[in-house]
């Protein structure tokens, strides 16, 4: 994070602010103040206000402190969370694949202040090269996210893999997945970090899918995953209960949620979603198969346009969008509870057993008006306010709060991807929730 660091001396080279605390404060009463600053760019800037601020804000126990206060202040609804936009693009050549380039951001207002206040256009959205930090630029495609963490690639062959935070700046290089037959169609970034927000271990999915399955017998996946402890990659296939249910999905929907990755199976409407654990060595324990809610709709309205994944406040949502033309749009949100409670370790990483004793339960199951001819597409979910989300309608992004009925405007698309037609299927929209402290990444092991 490029920080500017500015002090306000006074005639004896101590700042006027660290001259009056100091003969009023305790380290411990001084140290209680500064994990209260409002974010982690102003206690950046402030261990440049003199040695003694310095000595306490680098010290080990000052990141842990900070993030603990401000986990429990989490209840505010503004805080800091950025979207980021991209176009899917599409490549023939004996495969398929969709991948989302960043053409532009919306930013939160704690997150404009974490990202110092950038240029925002009048259209409410900022265009400008959110991952330059990358090599070539102009060849970059998200692949796949966690918290504040994208993993992103810079080839069109899905090779050139780099696990980065955009806040920071940090970029870790990955080696290339291993070259294999099937045609890959989604790909999956879940991490564990430690209590000063360092990941201690990640892992990245390469999905494939295997043509050679037939319908009538249990549901296998192919993969390519990659751990950031040995820093190489390893071919696994995945069987999961249930039944096969036809070809694969390239828009498939991938979401990663304590400690586990999730994703819808059937083509071309969804009949269940897997469950993957990658952090555990028990085969039988990796792989579940989650029933979708009774009161899912399904046929049609169960395509991959109308259903979609995502988290809120850690906990893995699914939403149902779609519209009957004498009703207007049905909206359907649905949470995952882990009916054990059986959590471990300090993210409260769900254990691999509790996949196994889940169920649905409907958060929200309402109505939404029509409102103008414009059509309405789910964008993402609030990361924290459970009563929001986000709708593109045209080329407007709409704050839509559920119950109030109410649209707000908070965004819109750059000229140079408006679509009067068909502006929204080809976009993607890449939630990055910050945390209090970033979320820095460990450089890869020598192999």
Known sequence: MEIIRKRSKTDDGESAASKFISSTATDHL?????????DCRTAIQCSAVCMR????????????????????????????????????????????????????????????????????????????QYLNFIPNPNKQYILSYFDDLLLVSTKLDCSGFYVCNPLTKQCIEL??????KFRNFAYGLVCQTNTINVVARYRVMKIYSDFSVANGSPFVERAAIFSSETGQWNKSTLTFPGISTGGPNFKKIVAASNGVIYW?????????????DPFTEDKDKQCRSIELPVNFSRGWCAREDYVHLGVVRGKLRLLQLFMIKRYGYVLKIWELNHNDNNTSGENNIASSSSLSNTSWI?????????????????????????????????????????GVGEYEKVGEFPDSVKNDRNPWPAVQTVPLVHPPWPTRIPALPSV
């Open 362 to 402: 409907l958060v929200h199951g309402v109505r939404l008006n029509k409102g103008d001819k414009n059509m309405m597409h789910f964008s993402a979910f609030h990361p924290y306010n459970s009563d929001v989300i986000f709708l593109l309608r045209k080329n407007v992004i709409c704050r839509y709060e559920i």
């Open 264 to 276: 819808p199976q059937g083509e071309p409407e969804y009949k269940q979603i897997a469950a993957f």
């Open 53 to 128: 601020w310095s000595s306490l804000i680098l010290h080990s126990s000052f990141i842990p402190s900070f993030i603990n206060h401000h986990r429990h202040q989490l209840t505010q609804y503004d805080s800091a969370y950025t979207f980021v936009f991209g176009c899917y693009t599409v490549w023939l050549s004996g495969s398929l694949y969709r991948r989302s380039i960043a053409f532009c951001q919306w930013f939160s207002e704690k997150s404009k202040t974490l990202h110092g206040n950038p240029k925002i256009s009048s259209s409410g959205t900022s265009n400008y």
């Open 175 to 180: 080696p290339d997945p291993p070259q294999d």
């Open 30 to 38: 001084l140290l209680e103040i500064l994990v209260r600053l409002p």
